[in-house]
Each structure stands twice: as structure tokens, then as C-alpha cells.
């Protein structure tokens, strides 16, 4: 099957073929995994029904719509924005190039709160916080998980904060998140009434400014620069978290945040240097890679 020409004559079969041969010379990651979603979002039907009907013919206007979303992948466009969903914690949620895709490493974050509020009594309907929510994955899959607890997440992205609300939506949660459009802590400041918080959590830009452009090119070309920059170092918002994080935090709450593997003892030394802070560990993900950092309010702060 040539890209470019029209192909009407073949079983979904040989389209799986040679679309992951395709994408395989052409250096596309997870070649025969990125074939069958885009096959099966072309087709209207699961990944599994594919296997099913590998004998069938498709209609030639869902070979053209599967031929146009494979000369995109090509260009290295991510599969999740072309079929306009990805999945996190077991839970689909809408996406677009206006939010980051959710990756499985950030599950670590929702772990870890599901663990904390089912072995803390004073955490029986606990607040939290989700500060940088873009698609709002992690609120979202909290909610589900935790039926008593009352989530906020907040955004600076206007159009990440609709895709965040139109997936709590679709999870029938939107009553029990509250969603604030701001840059971190500023529209907490203004909540009427005042909430403190159990848990605050972020998956906060991390990436080196000037090595976005360096990374693979799913993420250096389609994936937002305001949800990738922390700065010149890239830990600019590890620093305004850590300095205001305490203020909104009930005594012996948790602060969770996601890092980069090699960032996690910089970022664990600037919160361990905020005053009120203690009992700071570093969290490893499934892979085994340090992935979060999580420090507790003291008592008496």
C-alpha cells in the first residue's frame, strides 16, 4: 500500500502488515502497536475486533482516513492525538495537542495518594489539590478511586482546563472536582471559602528550556511548551511550589510531586529547605526509576 495512493482492495490483515512494516523503517516507535490504534479508530471498532475480521475489506473512505492518520505518524505525530484519546489508570480520557498525553509513570502520583488516604483516618474525606491538571488524569482518576474525596485542579491553560472539564464530564465527576483557571496557587488564594488541603500533587513542566528541542520529536514538535518548560534549569516550579505549597496544606498534610529520574535529590533538596516541611522520601515508579518526591507538613506548621 503506497501512503500517497488510494488502496481499496485490502483485508485489514495486510493493511496491519504493512503499515507496521511501514513504521518500522521509518524509525516509528511501538510500530505495530501505533498500526492497530489507528486502524481500529479508522474502522470504529476495538483493537481485539481487528483480529476478528482480519479476512474483511474496509470501505475505501476508511482506508483514506487510516492512509491520512499513517503519513502523519510518519511525521511522528502521537498516535493519542491522532485517534484523540489515551488512557491512564485504567480510564480513557480525551485528549488534544492542547494538553500533555498522560504517560503511566504519573500513575505513581495516584498510587501513592490512594495508599495515603486508605491508611489515614484523618483522611476520610480528604481534600486535594492538583496543581498543572492539563488533562486532568490525575484528579480525575483520584475522584474515581477515592468516592469521599473532594478534589480542586487548577491550570494556566485555559483550553487544558476545558479538555480537563469535559473529561471529568465523560467520568460522570465533574460535582465532586472543581476546576480554577490559574497560574498554580493564585486562584487557590482567592477560593471563598478558604480551603486547606490533605494532599496537593503536580506533574509540573520539568523539561530544561533550551533541551525541549532535543527530545523525541512526539513530544519536541506536537506536545504543549507550556505544559514541558520548568525554566532554565528545570526546576522553576519546584521552587514556587515548595515556597507556597505549606500555606494551603492542613498540619501533617502531603505534598506529591512528579520529577524527571535525574531530578528527583534537586528537587527533594528544595523542599526539605522550606521551612515546615519534613519526612521527605523519593517515590520510585513501576520501572523501578525515581519518579516522585514526597515531603509532609509538620504538626504544629
Same mark, same amino acid.
Given at each position: 500500500?503506497?501512503?500517497? /495512493?488510494?488502496? +481499496? ?7 496491519? /502488515? ?11 516507535d511501538?510500530?505495530? &502497536?501505533?498500526? #492497530?490504534?489507528?486502524?481500529? !479508530?479508522?474502522?470504529g471498532?476495538?483493537?481485539? =475486533? ?7 475489506t ?10 491520512d492518520?499513517?503519513?502523519? %505518524?510518519?511525521? !511522528? ?12 489508570y ?8 492542547? +494538553? ?9 502520583i +495516584? ?16 481534600e ?24 480542586t ?5 485555559? =483550553?487544558?482546563?476545558?479538555m480537563?472539564?469535559?473529561n471529568?464530564?465523560? !467520568? #460522570? ?7 480554577i ?6 486562584? +487557590? ?6 480551603v ?5 500533587? *503536580? ?7 533550551d ?6 520529536? #512526539?513530544?519536541? %514538535?506536537h ?5 514541558? *518548560?520548568?525554566?532554565?534549569?528545570? &526546576?522553576?516550579?519546584y ?41 521527605? %522520601? ?20
Open positions: 500500500m503506497e501512503v500517497n /495512493q488510494k488502496s +481499496v482492495s485490502w483485508t485489514i490483515g495486510e493493511l496491519l /502488515q504493512w503499515t507496521t512494516a511501514f513504521f518500522t523503517r521509518s524509525g516509528i511501538e510500530a505495530r &502497536l501505533s498500526a #492497530e490504534l489507528l486502524l481500529a !479508530h479508522a474502522l471498532c476495538t483493537r481485539m =475486533a481487528l483480529y476478528t475480521r482480519f479476512e474483511q474496509p470501505p475505501p473512505e476508511q482506508v483514506a482516513a487510516f492512509r492518520m499513517v503519513k502523519k %505518524r510518519k511525521d !511522528h505525530t502521537p498516535v493519542a492525538y491522532l485517534i484523540g484519546k489515551a488512557w491512564f485504567s480510564l480513557e480520557f480525551a485528549v488534544t495537542p492542547d +494538553v500533555l498525553i498522560p504517560r503511566p509513570d504519573t500513575e505513581t +495516584v498510587e501513592q495518594v490512594i495508599r495515603l488516604a486508605r491508611m489515614t483516618p484523618a483522611w476520610e474525606a480528604p486535594i489539590l492538583d496543581l498543572c491538571t492539563g488533562s486532568g488524569c490525575i484528579a480525575i482518576a483520584l475522584a474515581k478511586n477515592l468516592p469521599t474525596a473532594r478534589l485542579a487548577s491550570d494556566i491553560s485555559a =483550553a487544558a482546563l476545558r480537563a472539564e469535559q471529568a464530564a465523560t !467520568h #460522570e465527576l465533574a460535582a465532586r472536582i472543581r476546576f483557571s490559574g497560574d498554580l496557587f493564585e486562584p +487557590v488564594a482567592v477560593m471563598s471559602p478558604p486547606k488541603f490533605h494532599a496537593i500533587v *503536580s506533574n509540573p513542566p520539568y523539561i530544561v528550556a533541551k525541549i528541542a532535543d527530545l523525541m520529536p #512526539e513530544v519536541a %514538535r506536545e504543549p511548551r507550556l505544559a514541558l *518548560s520548568g525554566g532554565t534549569d528545570g &526546576l522553576a516550579f521552587r514556587r511550589i515548595a515556597e507556597q505549597a505549606g500555606e494551603y496544606l492542613v498540619p501533617d498534610g502531603t505534598l506529591i510531586v512528579e520529577t524527571a529520574f535525574d531530578q528527583t535529590l534537586d528537587v527533594q533538596a528544595i523542599l526539605q529547605a522550606q521551612v515546615g516541611f519534613q519526612d521527605s %522520601r523519593i517515590i520510585r515508579d513501576a520501572a523501578g526509576h525515581p519518579r516522585c518526591v514526597l515531603v509532609r507538613k509538620a504538626a504544629g506548621g
